[in-house]
C-alpha cells in the first residue's frame, strides 16, 4: 500500500538469513514473514464482520456457491455477496466461473489453516456443522451439479465436515449412505476403514452390522459373526431394531453354512423384535429368508404362504424392487417343482 512493486521487490531480495539455517526452519521463517506482513495486514483491512465470515468460509475444501457460503456464516449471511469481492480484491478467496453457470467460491488452500486458527474451537465445530449440513442438503436436493460434484463427492466431504464439527448423529448418517453404494460396488477396504474410524469415536451398533456385513460377502463368517455379537453384547441398552439386524446377520452367516435350523431360529427371533416395534418392512426381508430355508428342505407350501405375505406387505410400503425380489422366488418354486409355465 505504502511501495510501488520495484521498491517492494528490491525490499524483499534483501532479506537475508543465517546461511547454516536448516530448510524446514527456513519454510517456517518464509510462512511467518508472509504470515505477518502480508496476510495479517491484509486481513486487517476487512472489517470484523467480513473476517469472521472468510474465516468461517475457510471450512470448505470444495469450491461452493454463494449459498455455501452464507450456510457457514449466518449471523451476517446477507452481506456475503459484499464481502466476496473484498476477499478477492485481498486475495483471500478466488472464483471458479470457467465450468459452471453459477460462480463457485474457496478460500485460498494455504490460507485456510491461518484463518481457522483465528476461531475458537466451538466456532469451528459450529462452521463444520452448518457445511456439512449445506452439502448434505445438496444432496438431498440432487443439486450436486451445482457444485461440480458426483453423489459420491459431496455426501464425502459432508461426512468429512460432520466429523470435524464431531457431530457423530449426521457422520454416521452419510456413513451409512456411503457404505450402502460401496458395498454394491465391492469397495470393501473403504466400508471398513470408514466404520471403524467412527467407531473410534463411539462404539454403535450401525459401524459394526456395516463392517459385518463386508467380512459376510467376502466370506470372512468368523469375523462377521464377532461383530454381531459384539454387536449384540457389548453395547448397552441396545436399539430393538439394530438387535435384530445384528441377530438376522448371525441367521445368515448359518444359512450361508448351511445350517437351516439354526438360521430359522434367529430368523424367527430377529422376526418376532421387527414385529414388536412395527419394522413391517424388515419383517417382510425377514419372511424372505425364512421362505428361503423352505425352498431349500423342499417346503414348497411353506415357502409359498410367506411369500404371498412379503408380496402382500411389498406392494402395500410400495416397494418395487421388493415386489421383484418376491417374484423371483415365486419363480423358483415352480423351477424347483418343475412347474415351468408358472
Same mark, same amino acid.
Given at each position: 500500500?505504502?511501495?510501488?512493486?520495484?521498491?517492494?521487490?528490491?525490499?524483499?531480495?534483501?532479506?537475508?538469513?543465517?546461511?547454516?539455517?536448516?530448510?524446514?526452519?527456513?519454510?517456517?521463517?518464509?510462512?511467518?514473514?508472509?504470515?505477518?506482513?502480508?496476510?495479517?495486514?491484509?486481513?486487517?483491512?476487512?472489517?470484523?464482520?467480513?473476517?469472521?465470515?472468510?474465516?468461517?468460509?475457510?471450512?470448505? &475444501?470444495?469450491?461452493?456457491?454463494?449459498?455455501?457460503?452464507?450456510?457457514?456464516?449466518?449471523?451476517?449471511?446477507?452481506?456475503?455477496?459484499?464481502?466476496?469481492?473484498?476477499?478477492?480484491?485481498?486475495?483471500?478467496?478466488?472464483?471458479?466461473? /470457467?465450468?459452471?453457470?453459477?460462480?463457485?467460491?474457496?478460500?485460498?488452500?494455504?490460507?485456510?489453516?491461518?484463518?481457522?486458527?483465528?476461531? =475458537?474451537?466451538?466456532?469451528?465445530?459450529?462452521?463444520?456443522?452448518?457445511?456439512?449440513?449445506?452439502?448434505?442438503?445438496?444432496?438431498?436436493?440432487?443439486?450436486?451439479?451445482?457444485?461440480?460434484?458426483?453423489?459420491?463427492?459431496?455426501?464425502?466431504?459432508?461426512?468429512?465436515?460432520?466429523?470435524?464439527?464431531?457431530?457423530?448423529?449426521?457422520?454416521?448418517?452419510?456413513? /451409512?449412505?456411503? =457404505?450402502?453404494?460401496?458395498?454394491?460396488?465391492?469397495?470393501?477396504?473403504?466400508?471398513?476403514?470408514?466404520?471403524?474410524?467412527?467407531?473410534?469415536?463411539?462404539?454403535?451398533?450401525?459401524?459394526?452390522?456395516?463392517?459385518?456385513?463386508?467380512?459376510?460377502?467376502?466370506?470372512?463368517?468368523?469375523?462377521?459373526?464377532?461383530?454381531?455379537?459384539?454387536?449384540?453384547?457389548?453395547?448397552?441398552?441396545?436399539?430393538?431394531?439394530?438387535?435384530?439386524?445384528?441377530?438376522?446377520?448371525?441367521?445368515?452367516?448359518?444359512?450361508?453354512?448351511?445350517?437351516?435350523?439354526?438360521?430359522?431360529?434367529?430368523?424367527?427371533?430377529?422376526?418376532?423384535?421387527?414385529?414388536?416395534? &412395527?419394522?413391517?418392512?424388515?419383517?417382510?426381508?425377514?419372511?424372505?429368508?425364512?421362505?428361503?430355508?423352505?425352498?431349500?428342505?423342499?417346503?414348497?407350501?411353506?415357502?409359498?404362504?410367506?411369500?404371498?405375505?412379503?408380496?402382500?406387505?411389498?406392494?402395500?410400503?410400495?416397494?418395487?424392487?421388493?415386489?421383484?425380489?418376491?417374484?423371483?422366488?415365486?419363480?423358483?418354486?415352480?423351477?424347483?417343482?418343475?412347474?415351468?409355465?408358472?
Amino acid at each position: 500500500k505504502e511501495m510501488d512493486a520495484a521498491e517492494l521487490e528490491k525490499e524483499l531480495k534483501n532479506i537475508t538469513l543465517p546461511s547454516d539455517v536448516k530448510s524446514s526452519e527456513l519454510q517456517k521463517l518464509k510462512d511467518k514473514y508472509f504470515a505477518d506482513i502480508f496476510a495479517e495486514r491484509l486481513f486487517g483491512y476487512l472489517s470484523p464482520e467480513s473476517q469472521k465470515a472468510l474465516c468461517r468460509s475457510a471450512v470448505y &475444501g470444495v469450491p461452493v456457491t454463494l449459498d455455501g457460503l452464507m450456510a457457514v456464516s449466518p449471523e451476517s449471511s446477507d452481506e456475503v455477496p459484499d464481502f466476496v469481492r473484498g476477499w478477492q480484491d485481498r486475495a483471500f478467496a478466488y472464483q471458479d466461473t /470457467d465450468r459452471f453457470n453459477e460462480p463457485l467460491w474457496i478460500v485460498y488452500g494455504l490460507l485456510r489453516s491461518w484463518l481457522l486458527d483465528r476461531l =475458537s474451537a466451538d466456532e469451528r465445530k459450529v462452521a463444520h456443522r452448518a457445511a456439512g449440513d449445506f452439502l448434505f442438503e445438496m444432496v438431498k436436493q440432487n443439486r450436486m451439479d451445482e457444485l461440480g460434484l458426483s453423489w459420491v463427492d459431496c455426501m464425502m466431504y459432508a461426512r468429512s465436515a460432520y466429523l470435524q464439527a464431531q457431530s457423530l448423529e449426521p457422520a454416521r448418517n452419510a456413513t /451409512d449412505l456411503i =457404505s450402502g453404494f460401496f458395498v454394491t460396488c465391492g469397495f470393501y477396504d473403504v466400508v471398513r476403514l470408514m466404520n471403524f474410524e467412527l467407531l473410534g469415536f463411539e462404539e454403535h451398533p450401525s459401524q459394526m452390522i456395516w463392517i459385518a456385513r463386508t467380512y459376510m460377502d467376502q466370506g470372512d463368517y468368523d469375523s462377521a459373526k464377532i461383530l454381531h455379537e459384539r454387536c449384540i453384547h457389548a453395547i448397552p441398552n441396545l436399539d430393538p431394531r439394530y438387535k435384530a439386524l445384528a441377530i438376522y446377520g448371525l441367521a445368515a452367516i448359518d444359512l450361508r453354512r448351511d445350517n437351516c435350523e439354526a438360521a430359522r431360529k434367529k430368523f424367527n427371533k430377529a422376526r418376532k423384535i421387527m414385529k414388536a416395534i &412395527g419394522d413391517i418392512a424388515g419383517e417382510a426381508a425377514i419372511l424372505l429368508q425364512l421362505a428361503t430355508i423352505d425352498l431349500r428342505i423342499r417346503d414348497f407350501n411353506g415357502a409359498h404362504k410367506k411369500l404371498t405375505k412379503v408380496m402382500k406387505i411389498m406392494t402395500e410400503i410400495g416397494y418395487p424392487e421388493g415386489v421383484a425380489v418376491t417374484l423371483h422366488q415365486f419363480a423358483s418354486i415352480g423351477l424347483i417343482d418343475g412347474n415351468h409355465e408358472a
